[in-house]
């Protein structure tokens, strides 16, 4: 046909790409004396641990003595002290009286930024 070109012919070209998600196992202790002084410190103050790294991040841990009003729940935050985003942590925590006895929990959570 007159006026009409083919179209044009490309390459084949193939890509390839890869997530990995890698796991890193770290612990860090974090001992809070005092904690019966610190109940009056208010529901947004925390105390935090030394910055400590696991799996090329720089983390802190918060403990918050007041997490709420009737200053019976206590709270601790991880949090990603370098900027890091997009990290999940899968955390243990043990809560030890100074007996050593107490209790332990386990959750998932997206790191929170400093």
């Not at 860090?28 to 208010?42: C, D, N, P, Q, R």
């Not at 729940?73 to 043990?94: C, H, K, N, P, Y």
Request: include cysteine; proline fraction near 3%.
């Amino acid at each position: 046909m007159v006026g009409q070109s083919e179209p044009e012919k490309h390459p084949w070209r193939s890509c390839a790409s890869k997530s990995v998600v890698e796991t890193v196992t770290g612990s860090h202790k974090f001992i809070v004396e005092g904690y019966s002084l610190m109940k009056g410190m208010g529901t947004d103050k925390y105390v935090s641990s030394d910055v400590f790294s696991v799996g090329g991040h720089d983390w802190v841990i918060r403990f918050y003595p007041n997490q709420s009003k009737s200053k019976t729940f206590t709270g601790i935050a991880l949090v990603s002290d370098d900027g890091g985003t997009g990290i999940q942590a899968l955390i243990e925590l043990r809560f030890l009286d100074k007996s050593e006895r107490g209790a332990s929990w386990t959750g998932n959570s997206a790191a929170r930024r400093a």
